[in-house]
């Protein structure tokens, strides 16, 4: 079974990647562990496995989105580039 990792998760200078569902699980617990000023061990399921990460009101991590550009057809370069004249006017 295939996953789509959508996600990267930036914590403590790693990187995780997680799908959307488990990386909003991981965001929404840790977030509500730091409005509520504990500590605590958040579970990420990741591509690797799962990691216990230590949140705490001073933690500080990231969750971004994937992006992948769309296909553009090439961008063909003339065979003759054109000279730029970069004399100084004087």
Not at 50 to 76: D, H, N, Q, Y
């Amino acid at each position: 079974m295939t996953h789509a990792y959508t996600r990267v998760i930036h914590y403590g200078g790693r990187v995780y990647l997680a799908t959307e569902t488990m990386s909003d699980i991981f965001s929404a617990h840790a977030h509500d562990t730091i409005e509520r000023g504990d500590t605590e061990l958040v579970p990420l399921l990741h591509e690797g496995g799962v990691e216990m990460l230590l949140i705490t009101p001073a933690t500080r991590f990231a969750v971004t989105e994937i992006e992948v550009g769309l296909k553009s057809p090439p961008v063909i370069a003339p065979a003759n580039p054109i000279e730029e004249d970069h004399r100084v006017a004087g």
